[in-house]
């Protein structure tokens, strides 16, 4: 079953249990994937689906830091509950040990000796944790601080 046709079933079953939060998410969820459908002009394959998500999911966490940061803690607690709706719908995100892996190993086969070379790393590293949710702005500063030191 696709992933857009998976969260169309789970608003209606949302509905019928009457989960407000889940089925608020979900919405969001299905009118962000529509309209990057529509954007396309052609129905989404799963990975750009899983790729809309994922940026949804970037968006719940940057909203939850600021509304922490602003004193706000009762909003940035709506983001993380929204932020664990959209996961369920991804894969399984990579840990911390499997992202330092993939970068050590993306730097020794590209052969990078300094922080110019981050992009090529980080491309490599990516490729190296495909199928799994990665936290970029981690595995950035994992391969930054191996570059550096």
């Not at 939060?21 to 919405?27: A, D, E, F």
């Not at 969820?29 to 999911?57: H, S, Y």
Request: proline share 1%; net charge positive; hydrophobic share 45%.
């Amino acid at each position: 079953m696709m992933l857009t046709e998976k969260i169309d079933k789970d608003i209606i079953g949302a509905m019928k249990s009457q989960e407000a939060v889940k089925l608020g998410v979900l919405r969001m969820m299905k009118t962000a994937l529509k309209l990057k459908q529509v954007e396309t002009g052609r129905p989404l394959e799963d990975e750009q689906a899983q790729a809309v998500l994922r940026m949804l999911v970037k968006q719940r966490r940057e909203a939850a830091e600021m509304f922490r940061q602003g004193g706000r803690s009762e909003l940035a607690a709506k983001e993380l509950a929204e932020i664990g709706v959209i996961e369920a719908y991804l894969p399984t995100a990579a840990t911390e040990a499997e992202i330092e892996e993939a970068a050590t190993a993306a730097i020794r086969e590209s052969g990078a000796a300094s922080s110019k070379d981050v992009g090529k790393v980080m491309k490599a590293a990516m490729a190296k944790l495909a199928g799994k949710t990665v936290d970029g702005k981690l595995l950035s500063e994992k391969v930054r601080a191996k570059l550096a030191g």
